[in-house]
């Protein structure tokens, strides 16, 4: 949680006003990050939080709220005076997102609120409601900076291909300039990923290594133990590769390969991620499966539970070839990264919940100690961004004894020693978007950008009809092992 000793500047007094105020988004993490903010004086006394919520009376609304503070943060306390006082600030506005007089009593509801002209509009619906939003506020004149800053929130997935992403950048781009537009990777919210590039320009030891001359290659992963939960409807569409690589993997890519930006400032720092996406290779349609491992989770024993396979998931379809494990080896085009291979890999009902990048050094250009036993293991630099951040460093030491024999030494520096003082994405991000800054957030081009690397991808997985399976609760994909053959050490696994 950001603290107040922080020193971080209390965005304006603004109208925060959800869409979809009753949905899961907003149970899970939009409240409980509005109720840290408020604790620690980063949202201003006088702002207000305004739910469109249809289907349910005020008193229902209210109760959904406080029973979702005590179910998914029973560490906020919210009982008694606490719940009063955060109540105190809620607003709800009825009304169903499809018809008009929801927006015009929205209006209504900002204008008795006086003073606070600010709005933040947060989209905690599904995309397809994105457009209708944006046009509903048009119509209804909410959309005009005459009186104060207006900021639209969306989550992704912004389109599942080029030309849907596409069509929803002009669909929101014809009511907000691209300034106002927000689009959430909750990745890139996340403190660990920030800190991957303090790592990279606060310290002067690792530019001159950061390159094609030392780098073997990169991998970077989320291995997840959990499976589609209740989502099959969506994740029957979308898969691995859309929901994960797309979307956080290449974001985090572009934070690993990027060159220095001349300032810390969204558009400094978006346009340096950019000209990374614009030097991604493109890939051959026939030399895709080369590239890339697609594979599915069959039944198996998470920390000895056993779970159902991926197709016996309610809502999937018995045949389903939807793709639960994604990899894609990248290579960047570039005077930096030429030849260095970025593998970037993820998967449901894995044995650990892990999510790293990890940086393999060259082999030493000559082997010293080569009369003896061991081989000197080429260096790693692993970023662990979760469950634990931190930076884990791999080297090779001698043997202790009469041996110049080797073994490896490991070397943690964990990353803040208690996880309270770790802020949640989401505060990290509401907080951007009240203060106005933009660098954690997608630009239209950078969607646009990654959906085009990965739309040969898109089109070599449509008609799949059959995929590889693997034991859930296991590493057993050998497609992987394949696919990092000519990477030092291999496919790397989190331990
Ligand atoms: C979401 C994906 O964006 O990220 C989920 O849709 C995935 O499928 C989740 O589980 C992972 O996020 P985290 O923060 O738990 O690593």
């Known amino acids: 949680m950001v603290t107040a000793e922080q020193n971080i500047e209390t965005a304006d007094p603004t109208n925060i006003v959800i869409f979809g105020a009753a949905g899961d988004l907003t149970k899970r993490k939009l409240i409980p990050a509005l109720v840290r903010m408020i604790d620690c004086g980063l949202v201003h006394p006088d702002s207000r939080i305004i739910g469109v919520v249809n289907n349910r009376t005020e008193e229902v ?23 009063a006082a955060f109540a105190s600030r809620l607003i709800m506005v009825p009304g169903d997102l499809a018809q008009q007089d929801t927006y015009v009593r929205l209006r209504e509801s900002l204008q008795t609120l006086g003073g606070r002209k600010n709005a933040m509009f947060y989209c905690a619906v599904p995309p397809e ?53 927000y689009r959430i990777d909750h990745y890139l919210g996340k403190e660990s990923v920030q800190n991957l590039l303090v790592y990279r320009f606060a310290n002067s030891i690792m530019e001159p290594l950061w390159n094609r001359n030392y780098i073997d290659h990169i991998q970077i992963s989320v291995s997840e133990t959990l499976g589609i939960e209740y989502r099959a409807k969506y994740y029957e569409h979308s898969g691995a590769l859309r929901d994960m690589i797309q979307s956080h993997l290449m974001q985090v ?46 039944s198996g024993a998470i920390n000895e539970d056993q779970v159902p396979a991926y ?63 061991s081989i000197p293991a080429p260096n790693a630099l692993v970023f662990r961004l979760q469950p634990d951040g931190g930076v884990v460093l791999r080297l090779n030491a001698k043997k202790p004894g009469l041996t110049t024999d080797n073994e490896e030494l ?28 933009g660098t ?56």
């Not at 389109?159 to 929803?168: F, K, S, V």
């Not at 379809?317 to 080896?329: I, L, N």
């Not at 490991?410 to 800054?437: I, K």
């Open 410 to 437: 490991v070397m943690r520096a964990p990353y803040a020693d208690n996880a309270s003082e770790v802020a949640d994405a989401y505060e990290v991000l509401m907080h951007d978007v009240l203060t106005g800054d």
């Open 129 to 181: 409601w994105y457009g209708k939003v944006a046009n509903g506020l048009e119509s209804t004149g909410l959309v005009s900076e005459e009186e104060g800053y207006r900021r639209l929130v969306i989550e992704k997935p912004f389109g599942m291909n080029l030309e849907t992403a596409r069509a929803l950048n002009q669909e929101l781009q014809s009511v907000f300039d691209e300034k106002q537009i």
């Open 61 to 83: 609304w209210f109760k959904l709220i406080r029973d979702g503070l005590e179910q998914f943060s029973p560490e906020l306390g919210m009982d008694g005076d606490r719940w």
């Open 311 to 373: 197709v016996a998931e309610e809502g999937v379809s018995p045949d389903s070839a939807t793709e639960t494990f994604a990899a894609v080896r990248f290579f960047i085009d570039n005077w930096r990264w030429q030849g260095v291979p970025f593998i970037l890999w993820t998967g449901k009902r894995l044995p650990k919940k892990v999510s790293e990048v990890m940086i393999r050094f060259r082999k030493p250009p000559f082997n010293l100690f080569d009369s003896h036993a």
């Open 440 to 495: 954690l957030f997608s630009r239209s081009d950078e969607v646009e950008e990654s959906w085009d690397i990965v739309e040969p991808i898109l089109g070599a997985w449509k008609d799949r009809v059959s995929i590889e399976r693997y034991r859930a609760g296991t590493w057993d994909i050998p497609a992987m092992d394949e696919l990092a053959s000519d990477c030092a050490c291999g496919w790397h696994k989190p331990s």
């Open 253 to 298: 890519m572009t934070l690993v390969a990027m060159e220095p930006p001349v300032e810390f400032t969204a558009d400094a720092v978006r346009d340096e991620k950019m000209k990374v996406l614009r030097a991604v290779r493109r890939f051959d349609p026939d030399h895709v499966k080369n590239q890339t491992v697609a594979a599915q989770y069959a």
